[in-house]
């Protein structure tokens, strides 16, 4: 196995199978956000599809105004800029098209079963290896542009200690299962985006997730499990069992009150990241 694992724009080039998505590559070895480069690049005019991709982030951002941690060499920090045509209410839902397309291409590239904790982050053994933050620029015609920015830790092989507890690789999963030295991550790349755009030709059809609520449901981290949904301020608003999304991509929950149908939010999961 090649214990190199150089990530460039001719290797990711040579591997992609998509129609659009990556046809045009902005690769950079060291970026402040790609989600930033992303934005610039799309006030100038830059075209749908077009792929940020760089091998270290120096201002990484997460979602909540947290920041991402990007070293070099180990991850995938990417961001794809669209311009649907669509109401800007329907943004939001690509989030969920997308964490499915990551775990799909993963789990084929890899064969690690992954999981979701909705609405986006993808979860290996009870572990974070995977984070989607989608930003989107819209006036009263609609959506003007939305980058999604996907970060997956790779060949991380250690993460630094505040985030230890939480956040895992492809490769530390990996290696519990088979000796492996290395994960290719521009083969990885391009799996992801042959995914997402077969994924997301499938939702412009109905522009609703009918087309994979059975299997995002199927992988829902917090499906029949107690959650608690935090509002802005972090306060606690619900608490209940989480029963599955529906077709707009909504957090069904299970309250006293009866079923509630959470938009948005940050969820805990009892036994997830340290939720006990
Ligand atoms: C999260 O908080 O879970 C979302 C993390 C998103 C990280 C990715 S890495 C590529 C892109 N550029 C950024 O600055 N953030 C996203």
Known sequence: MNQKDDITEEMIHKQLRTKVFGKTIYYKEEIDSTNTEAKRQAAEEAGHGLLVIADRQTLGKGRRGRSWSSPKGTGIWMSLLLRPKLAANKASMLTLVTALSVAEAIFENTGLETSIKWPNDIVVNGKKVCGILTEMSADNSGILYVVIGIGVNVNTREF?????????????????????????????????LEKLEQNYEAFLVNEDLSFLLESYNKKLANRDRQVKVLGSDGQVELSGIAKGINKEGELLVETEEGLVEVRSGEVSVRGLYGYV
């Open 160 to 192: 630094p200690e505040e985030i230890q507890a939480i956040a895992t690789s492809l490769l530390i999963e990996k290696s519990k299962q088979t000796m492996q030295v290395c994960i290719n991550r521009s083969g990885l790349v391009s799996d992801i």
